[in-house]
């Protein structure tokens, strides 16, 4: 026997309704994960916000495709880190603002670190230059090697969890952390020599 036209309908509705319940969620539950994600790769409020609301509109238009292969988790982190990646590749050649800082406190929020307090304007000057070499060092990178070293650096994932959520071998993840901070690394020797 046929459903009637009146309890289809109301079935779509029940199982629209249990899609956008679950979709809030989701949303509740990876936003601030995303936004410090999409912050960490392209170093630039704005831009992680409107990263953000794309990486959340893709999941919501590709919910029902997501086949449960790889945790929920990493498949938003490879939304996100696609996402970063087609950003900067579409902004290569324009320039960077290097004048925005980057915002500790919010990237700190729930770990027991604490940042310790400046005392002195010299202090807070010094600290500033160091943040900001810091910064024009880590936007020299490509950005794969930008995204696998906030993936494993800040993020605090796997290499594992990173191998899957940047869909690549666990030997090209290791790699790429590899010459990231390597290059990281030559470009600030410089700055902590000059500390000495």
């Not at 046929?2 to 199982?15: D, L, M, T």
């Not at 936003?31 to 392209?42: D, F, K, L, N, S």
């Not at 988790?73 to 939304?79: E, H, K, L, M, V």
Request: hydrophobic letters at 35%; charged letters at 30%.
């Amino acid at each position: 026997m046929f459903k009637s036209n009146k309890k289809i309908v109301q079935s779509e509705r029940a199982a629209e309704d249990r899609n956008v319940w679950e979709f809030r969620k989701v949303v509740e539950n990876y936003r601030q994960r995303v936004y410090q994600t999409a912050y960490g790769i392209v170093q630039n409020a704005e831009d992680a916000k409107d990263i953000t609301q794309e990486v959340f509109l893709k999941v919501f238009e590709k919910m029902d495709t997501f086949e449960g292969k790889s945790s929920l988790s990493t498949w938003i982190y490879r939304i996100t880190v696609n996402t970063c990646i087609d950003m900067l590749r579409k902004r290569k050649g324009m320039s960077v603002s290097l004048d925005e800082g980057i915002d500790y406190d919010r990237r700190m929020e729930g770990n027991s670190v604490q940042i310790s307090r400046i005392d002195s304007p010299f202090e807070a000057a010094y600290q500033g230059e160091i943040r900001k070499k810091i910064r024009e060092a880590f936007l020299k990178l490509s950005p794969e090697h930008r995204s696998t070293l906030v993936l494993r650096e800040i993020e605090g994932l796997s290499y594992q969890e990173i191998s899957d959520t940047m869909a690549c071998s666990l030997g090209t993840v290791m790699s790429r952390l590899h010459y990231a901070r390597k290059k990281m690394q030559k470009m600030l020797t410089p700055l902590w020599k000059e500390a000495r």
